[in-house]
């Protein structure tokens, strides 16, 4: 499947959201809402795209590159606990899109690509002051989509932050919302909390494109073996069907092939967040054939010589990560202040490092993900629609008289749910 010169031209015209023709206005990379990616992936049925959390910008490059070369519309996202206020990364809300469109133009880039702030964390009513600061500052410097995480709160408090920071969304973006923090087998969604979110959201006229569940993974690297549970995601996908919401697969680094490719074909997944596994394959770590860093004897990762970054610097970063006593999953915080230095490292290196994650991404999209040709779809929506505001996939249903804040409060009384253990289990 190809897109026309025309075509394409009329889709860069009239396809890219306001805030992004205001940042690029002589761009030639089709920057979109992550509305038209969904879109997109339904229309191929049964596939669902990456989201590539950009931790630095040799993950933004190979992805874009293996979207390009699977022709797949695909998703450049970073968490708010890794770009955000607190940033750990380079890369952050105020900088990826910036890095993308660059990116795009110089490595000609034609497939459309959304710019996902994901996780943007809510985890008590406290903190919603600031992101009605904060949030619109993110759109205005690219972003074209965003998932409201406020799965940290009870299921009414949930509910009641995501129509709070509604009027603070511009309605042409992408939306995800979010029940159940990611924990792995403990604390797992159950259908009445997704339904009791998801009708909320519609009594208000909110029309969220994804659905983020705890459906068994970990953010992080992958150690249980358990995974996703593809039966409880397809029964919770089966409770919201007359809605029309997608699901959002977090916590996908790690888990093998077969169960991915369960969770594109049996549920209405269309994009599968993939953070850790990138990271380490850019940085040339030995990893297994779905993503997981490998161990030596004594804990520590490997290394592959000749792959991903340098030997020497790898050295570096391994004594700077002793001398702060990181391991495992802690080596996350090497991203900031090593970034420039993988810059200023020769030309083959930066490029080999860049393809490590081409390849695999590339991998993922068309072996895996079915997102293959996935882009004209993209395109032929924003061409139908003649427009960058695709509109929601469906329209209210339900009576807002039956869904105000106190009677929100005791229909959320009424749910049987179990939240997990308490922690901090972000990525």
């Known amino acids: ?35 038209v990616i969904d879109r997109a992936l339904i229309a191929k049925g049964k596939a669902m795209t990456i989201a590539a959390n950009g931790r630095n910008n040799f993950i933004i490059r190979g992805a874009l ?25 380079p890369v952050n809300y105020w900088n990826m899109a910036r890095q993308v469109d660059a990116a795009c133009n110089e490595l000609g880039i034609t497939v459309p690509v959304a710019i996902h702030a994901d996780h943007y964390g809510i985890k008590k009513e406290e903190d919603l002051a600031f992101a009605k600061v904060e ?13 409201i995480d406020a799965s940290h709160m ?17 309605a042409w973006a992408g939306l995800e919302t979010e029940i159940g923090e990611i924990k792995g087998s403990e604390g797992l969604s159950s259908a009445d909390e997704a339904l009791f979110l998801i009708q909320g959201l519609n009594a208000h006229g909110i029309f969220a494109d994804w659905i983020a569940l705890n459906n068994g993974t970990t953010h992080g690297l992958e150690t249980s073996g358990q995974g996703i549970q593809v039966e ?19 916590g996908t680094s790690g888990n093998k092939s077969e ?36 161990l030596d004897e004594n804990g520590n990762f490997k290394k592959v010589n000749g792959e991903g970054m340098s030997e ?23 991203n900031l202040p090593f970034e420039t230095r993988f810059h200023g490292q ?10 490590r994650v081409e390849d695999f991404v590339h991998h993922l999209l068309v072996e895996v993900f079915s997102a293959g040709n996935s882009a004209p779809l993209a395109i032929e929506a924003i061409l139908t629609a003649n427009s960058y505001d695709l509109g929601p996939k469906t329209k209210r249903t339900e009576d807002p008289t039956e869904w105000t804040a106190d009677k929100i409060a005791k229909r959320a009384a009424l749910l049987d749910t179990d939240k997990g253990p308490a922690g901090n289990f972000e990525d």
């Open 312 to 334: 020497t610097m790898w050295q570096e970063m391994t004594a700077y990560a002793d001398s702060k006593g990181w391991k495992g999953g802690n080596y996350k915080n090497l």
């Open 1 to 35: 499947m190809s897109v026309s010169p025309a075509d394409f031209n009329q889709a860069l015209k009239v396809g890219r959201p306001p805030n992004v023709v205001k940042l690029f206005p002589n761009s030639k990379a089709l920057l979109v809402s992550g509305k």
């Open 232 to 250: 409880l995601t397809k029964k919770i996908h089966q409770t919201l069907a007359p809605y029309k919401v997608s699901g959002a697969q977090h």
């Open 135 to 147: 949030i619109p500052t993110i759109f205005e410097a690219g972003i074209t989509s965003i998932a």
């Open 65 to 89: 590159q293996a979207a390009q070369r699977a022709n797949a519309a695909i998703i450049i996202e970073i968490a708010r606990s890794e770009g955000g206020a607190k940033a750990y990364c």
């Open 259 to 294: 169960r991915l490719r369960s969770i594109a074909n049996q549920t209405n997944t269309t994009k599968a967040n993939v953070a850790t596994a990138l990271q380490m394959i850019s940085w040339g770590l030995e990893v297994n054939d779905f993503g997981n860093a490998l």
């Open 346 to 355: 020769p030309q083959a290196i930066r490029e080999r490092m860049a393809k």
């Open 154 to 170: 009870p299921d009414d408090k949930n509910l009641l932050a995501n129509l709070a920071l509604a009027p603070f969304i511009p």
